[in-house]
């Protein structure tokens, strides 16, 4: 098999991931337009300084349906969950606690 026949056999497995991460940008994006959602670097900065003594492990998941993101942390070997209301920016639950 070519080069070019192996890379076009390849495309159609990549391209859902591909337009699953657009489809989950453009809905933030959507969000942030209409005043549902704060841009992610500032909900990030608002958060990591919360969670003291906790490292930030960065990828967070934006959820739709109920316009939070999940925020991933670890402090002394424990991974922490934090999902972040992502109109206010507000801390709406943990795993710590």
Known sequence: ???????????????????????????????????RAMPLRQIERRVVTQMRGADYLGNPIYFESSNTYRMTFMRNGQVIRVDVDAGSGRIRDRSDR
């Not at 192996?6 to 391209?15: D, H, N």
């Not at 859902?16 to 940008?25: D, G, K, L, N």
């Open 1 to 35: 098999m070519g080069v070019a026949a192996a890379t076009a056999a390849a495309l159609p497995v990549y391209a859902p991931v591909h337009a699953q991460q657009r489809s989950e940008q453009d809905m933030v994006f959507q969000n942030r337009q209409q005043g």
